[in-house]
Every structure is written in structure tokens, then in C-alpha cells.
């Protein structure tokens, strides 16, 4: 009998240890998102993100995509939960409309922005 009392006792710790630590991990956790709400981060590039100047967006396949705006870099760990990794990894675009367009880093050849002189009060290059 005291054999069993020594084994369910050291079976009883682990179990406890086990569980206070994914008690706290996912606290961390909900504190993290807490911390940094959003699904993709803003980065703030003096002249080509933080004042949000339509650009020209040429991918690599020769698609061109016009007057967007670069709203920032997905948040890798607020997305990985959702999507798989490759899709986690994206520059997110802001078309005019307001909606936002994902697309991989690799995909992007050039990024194009007018100068100040060259944009008129509409927005459009």
C-alpha cells in the first residue's frame, strides 16, 4: 500500500504541475492579445505607410493593382491560429473602397508612389 501511496502522489504533482502551467499559458496568452488587438500590424514608414499615399502595386506575374494603400505586414501569431503559415505571411493593401487585399511578399515585384506634385486632390494617381 505504501508504494501506491508514493506513485499516485508523484502522478498527483505532475498532473497539478501540468495544469497550472496551461493555466498560465493561457493567460499569457489572453493577455497578448489583449496587448496587441488586430490582425495585421501597422507599420509606420515615414512617407509610404504613415501618411497613406495611393501607390502602384506591380506583382510579378504583370498584374497591376492602382491606387491602394499599404495598411501593414499580417500579424504572424494573431493569424497563424487561423490560417495555415504560408497564408500568414502576408503585406495587407487597403483598396479604396476600404477593403483590405492580402498578398504574399514574393508576389510583389514593385511598388510604385507618386510624387507629391504628381497627386491631385482625388486621391488618384
Given amino acids: 500500500m505504501e508504494g501506491f501511496e508514493q506513485w499516485f ?3 498527483v504533482a505532475i498532473c497539478l504541475g501540468i495544469m497550472i502551467l496551461a493555466v498560465f499559458f493561457w493567460t499569457a496568452g489572453r493577455i497578448r492579445s489583449w496587448l496587441m488587438p488586430g490582425t495585421f500590424v501597422k507599420l509606420n514608414i515615414d512617407g509610404l505607410i504613415k501618411n497613406a499615399k495611393p501607390t502602384t502595386v506591380i506583382l ?3 498584374e497591376t493593382l492602382e491606387n491602394v494603400r499599404i495598411a501593414g505586414i499580417a500579424n504572424r501569431e494573431k493569424l497563424a491560429q487561423k ?3 504560408p497564408l500568414s505571411q502576408m503585406v495587407v493593401l487597403q483598396a479604396e473602397d476600404g477593403s483590405h487585399i492580402l498578398i ?3 508576389a510583389i ?3 510604385r508612389q ?3 506634385s504628381q497627386q491631385t486632390t482625388s486621391g488618384k494617381c
Wanted: hydrophobic content about 35%; cysteine-free; aromatic content about 6%.
Fill in 60 to 62: 510579378t506575374r504583370g
Fill in 83 to 85: 490560417l495555415p503559415y
Fill in 109 to 111: 515585384r514593385l511598388i
Fill in 114 to 116: 507618386p510624387a507629391e
Fill in 104 to 106: 504574399n511578399p514574393k
Fill in 9 to 11: 502522489g508523484a502522478v
